[in-house]
């Protein structure tokens, strides 16, 4: 006989490396074919083309417990096996033997796990009876080993199976292991065969059919004969049970007769229990409408009890106190009974918002009894405003008319008084926290308490700086300078010692420390006491806190904010305009009396501008907050008109400078240059923080004027013109070297100056030499012009300079030189009227003279080098004791 697949070894192991990683080892492996049967007609499976696979049987130890599995394999394109199906034996619920195979060669494998039962199971076509009987003896061995119980067997003969395995017992040799457990059991196939044998047939079961088989006497060949008499002994008793049952009619009658008086009493029972189910119905019904209406009731109940307490509630809301009533109607306003104005205001204010949407259930707000009290409280809102606007426009009135009636509060003679806000402030404070609620009840009404407000205060403000500005103009001594400062005149120091004129701008910084934090500190307490939402005024340092005043914490008004909306930090546009306006008419005319200070200093020293300029700068720059616009604005009117002042003294002056050059014929030094100098020194005492700008601005202005003076005045006598300027421009350098070392811009003005002086002195020079000795230089000069367009050789032939010209020149020239060079220093010394000058010149006289001699020599040596001429060093040494 050929050979099993099922003791393949390669097989195995090909079926283990395709399950490599699952750890399961393998039990049994062995090639069958494939097919699908296709349900038909009874009696015929038709077939699909078989396909090639491997049933291989698997187990798998987890702990205690085994478990064992069919796996089905395929083989690849390669001819290498892998895994196709899975199936789990304790699924497996039948084993069947296709009936219409007349091999037997073919069985199913039922599994009770399957998704769809309406599919036919796959066919499983073995090479031999052998190999099924193998494949389907391990299966079943394993299920009872493993699983402890038995699928279902149909369409093996038990009788067949038992006998084909005491035939096959000694064939099998190879060992399995097919259990994992704690003691590890080796079965050999005949002994799952013999198992298999003695779990299909009973060892009873086996006497029974040997003891049967004793009581005939035929041999193991007579089979079919055995069987026939078994049949008719089959038939025979099937006869006698028959003939049994008929002899039975008796008793089966008293049966039948039972049985329907038991029915009966059934019927009876069921009709009986039907009426009680009805009546059990009606009484369930009634029960549930009896609980509906108990359960609508507890809900009305509950209902009820909720509205009455919303009810109570919107009452509470709609109730007004009586107390607070009589105060929002016609209360008093004085300073004892603020407490109960301010709880009434609290509680009209809440209670608006309590009826307003967001804090009110929407379906309250249509109710016409909310709508009725929303409208009292209106009503009630409108009559406050109204009477505590009215209290208040009169308050602020009369608490200014009544500090104006006080003569003793203002600067008198011989006294100067600082004004003092503590106590009107104090009283304002008192109707602060009305003024937040006002705002929050109607912001309208606020318009018009703000114009009361700074229409009142305004009258007192411009009286106190009036009172004090004319005091201190009063009470300030100091002798008054002239404004004429560079105006033509003989002399020359006429205002070098100016009387001194500090007091002037001490007063005016008097006038700005007094008044000017005064200002901010009532546009800060302005701005907070009347509800204005812009930032808080933040205190400058310097001068404006630094004197002695009391405002420093004018800005508390201990008050709180009454709502969010207050409490607000950023900038909002409207509000910034709208205090911008309320400041304006709060300070509008208290500028007129600081013009008037002003204007007052500029007539007793016109150069104190320059000192008020820088004070209010440094003020200006101090002023920061929003508060203090206004206090702005004034300081920049008062600073353009410092401005404009100074500029109306520096075009007077510049004016003065111009109308030297209508005078008659000038010389020496103008008056101006050395007054200028003075100015300029006094100007620079003057200086205040930004003031340079001005003074820089000035002097840029007077410079210009004095060098387009001085040309014109030059060029009215060509003669002396550079006489004139060297000398003026000498004694401009000279008056303002100190300060040109340290003011930039005359630094500018004097380099200015040097280079014209160079220039005057280097054509008056030219002047004088040329007076002396022009026809030297003139031959000299004819030599150099044509040296450009003929050869050195070829200029002695030229007519008028040939040799014989050249002795004429030198001996009228050159003989007592000496006498020509006294000539030349006393043409120059005559018209000069500065003396301190002359050294200067003359030195620069010689060593121009010299100049232009040592390239007269040096053309001659060039041109007629067979004459001979003094040399450069001898008229060197003929200057040098000069």
């Known amino acids: 006989m050929a050979k099993s697949s099922a003791d393949d070894e390669e097989l195995r192991r090909a079926c283990e490396a395709a399950i490599e990683g699952t750890k399961q080892k393998i039990v049994m492996s062995i090639r069958v074919a494939k097919s699908r049967g296709i349900w038909g007609k009874s009696g015929k499976?038709?077939?699909?083309?078989?396909?090639?696979?491997?049933?291989?049987?698997?187990?798998?130890?987890?702990?205690?417990?085994?478990?064992?599995?069919?796996?089905?394999l395929k083989y690849s394109t390669g001819g290498v096996l892998e895994p196709a199906k899975l199936y789990k034996l304790k699924h497996l619920s039948k084993v069947e033997v296709i009936a219409n195979d007349p091999s037997g060669f073919t069985f199913t494998l039922g599994f009770d796990n399957l998704r769809s039962q309406s599919v036919a199971p796959p066919q499983w076509t073995m090479r031999n009876i052998d190999d099924?009987?193998?494949?389907?003896?391990?299966?079943?061995?394993?299920?009872?080993?493993?699983?402890?119980?038995?699928?279902?067997?149909v369409g093996i003969d038990v009788v067949e199976m038992?006998?084909?395995?005491?035939?096959?017992?000694?064939?099998?040799?190879?060992?399995?292991?097919?259990?994992?457990?704690?003691?590890?059991t080796a079965v050999t196939e005949s002994d799952l065969k013999v198992t298999v044998e003695k779990e299909l047939v009973s060892q009873a079961e086996e006497e029974d059919m040997e003891a049967l088989l004793g009581t005939y006497v035929m041999g193991i060949g007579e089979a079919e004969a055995f069987s026939e008499r078994l049949k008719r002994e089959l038939l025979a008793l099937e006869a006698a049970n028959v003939h049994a049952i008929?002899?039975?009619?008796?008793?089966?009658?008293?049966?039948?007769?039972?049985?329907?008086?038991?029915?009966?009493?059934?019927?009876?029972?069921?009709?009986?229990?039907?009426?009680?189910?009805?009546?059990?119905?009606?009484?369930?019904?009634?029960?549930?409408?009896?609980?509906?209406?108990?359960?609508?009731?507890?809900?009305?109940?509950?209902?009820?009890?909720?509205?009455?307490?919303?009810?109570?509630?919107?009452?509470?809301?709609?109730?007004?106190?009586?107390e607070y009533a009589a105060c929002l109607t016609g209360g008093s306003f004085d300073e004892a009974c603020m407490l109960q104005n301010i709880e009434a205001c609290e509680w009209l204010t809440g209670a608006l918002r309590g009826l307003e949407v967001p804090n009110l259930d929407p379906t309250y707000a249509n109710m016409r009894a909310v709508k009725e009290k929303r409208a009292e409280l209106e009503k009630l809102k409108s009559t406050f405003v109204r009477r505590a606007s009215e209290f208040l426009r009169n308050y602020f009135a009369s608490l200014v008319d009544f500090m104006i009636a006080d003569k003793s509060y203002f600067s008198q003679r011989g006294q100067l008084k600082r004004p003092d806000h503590a106590d009107l402030r104090y009283k304002c404070r008192t109707y602060a926290r009305l003024l937040q609620h006002l705002k929050s009840l109607d912001k309208n009404c606020l318009g018009s308490l703000r114009k009361a407000y700074c229409s009142s205060l305004n009258l007192l403000l411009r009286r106190e700086a009036r009172e004090f500005a004319n005091e201190l103009r009063a009470s300030t001594k100091a002798s008054r300078n002239p404004t004429v400062w560079l105006e033509p005149s003989t002399g020359t120091g006429q205002n070098v010692n100016a009387a001194d004129t500090s007091t002037v701008s001490e007063a005016y910084a008097k006038m700005l420390t007094i008044f000017i934090p005064l200002l901010v500190d009532e546009s800060s307490f302005f701005a907070h006491f009347m509800c204005f939402e812009v930032p808080a005024l933040v205190p400058p340092g310097g001068l404006v806190n630094g004197n002695k005043n009391g405002y420093d914490d004018d800005d508390d008004l201990g008050i709180m904010d009454i709502d969010d909306n207050d409490s607000k930090t950023g900038k909002n546009s409207a509000e910034l305009a709208a205090l911008n306006e309320s400041l304006q008419n709060l300070l509008d005319g208290i500028q007129e009396d600081f013009y008037a200070v002003v204007d007052w200093a500029y007539k007793i020293d016109p150069l104190r501008c320059i000192s008020m300029h820088g004070i209010t700068e440094r003020y200006l720059s101090g002023q920061k907050a929003d508060a203090a616009g206004f206090v702005r604005l004034l300081l920049g009117d008062l600073e353009s008109r410092i401005s404009m002042q100074f500029s109306r003294f520096v075009d007077e002056a510049c004016h003065?400078?111009?109308?030297?050059?209508?005078?008659?014929?000038?010389?020496?030094?103008?008056?101006?240059?050395?007054?200028?100098?003075?100015?300029?020194?006094?100007?620079?005492q003057y200086i205040q923080g930004q003031s340079r700008d001005l003074v820089d601005q000035a002097y840029t202005k007077f410079v210009s004027i004095m060098f387009v003076t001085l040309e014109k005045i030059a060029q009215t006598d060509p003669k002396y013109a550079d006489i004139f300027l060297l000398e003026n421009y000498a004694a401009f350098q000279n008056s303002l070297y100190d300060l040109a070392n340290v003011v930039p811009t005359l630094a500018k003005f004097y380099h200015q100056a040097s280079e014209a002086y160079e220039q005057a002195c280097t054509r008056h020079i030219s002047v004088i030499i040329y007076y002396q000795f022009e026809r030297l230089f003139q031959f000299a000069k004819k030599i150099e012009d044509l040296m450009y367009t003929i050869t050195p050789e070829e200029i002695p032939f030229q007519l008028g300079l040939s040799k014989m010209d050249l002795r004429k020149i030198l001996k009228s020239s050159l003989s007592g030189v000496d006498k020509s060079i006294a000539a030349m220093y006393k043409k120059l010394q005559k018209n000069l009227t500065s003396e301190e000058l002359l050294p200067s010149l003359w030195d620069k006289c010689k060593k121009e003279f010299l100049d232009k001699y040592e390239s007269f020599a040096q053309l001659v040596a060039k041109i007629y080098p067979s004459e001979t001429i003094p040399s450069a060093a001898e008229m060197r040494e003929l200057l040098a004791p000069m």
């Not at 083309?49 to 205690?64: N, Y």
């Open 45 to 72: 499976i038709g077939r699909q083309m078989a396909k090639p696979r491997v049933l291989a049987l698997s187990t798998k130890s987890k702990g205690q417990r085994i478990k064992a599995f069919l796996r089905v």
């Open 132 to 153: 099924r009987n193998r494949l389907l003896f391990c299966i079943l061995n394993i299920c009872k080993d493993v699983l402890g119980r038995l699928p279902k067997v």
């Open 162 to 184: 038992a006998l084909w395995a005491k035939e096959n017992t000694p064939v099998a040799s190879t060992q399995r292991n097919i259990q994992d457990g704690p003691v590890a």
């Open 246 to 322: 008929l002899e039975s009619e008796p008793l089966i009658d008293e049966v039948l007769q039972g049985l329907e008086a038991a029915t009966n009493c059934v019927d009876d029972m069921d009709e009986w229990l039907g009426i009680f189910n009805v009546k059990l119905r009606h009484m369930r019904e009634d029960i549930e409408s009896i609980e509906t209406r108990n359960n609508k009731l507890e809900m009305q109940s509950v209902n009820n009890k909720s509205l009455i307490e919303e009810l109570d509630k919107l009452l509470e809301r709609l109730r007004v106190p009586s």
């Open 656 to 684: 003065q400078i111009e109308k030297n050059e209508r005078n008659v014929r000038q010389m020496g030094v103008l008056s101006y240059i050395p007054r200028f100098a003075t100015l300029a020194t006094r100007m620079e």
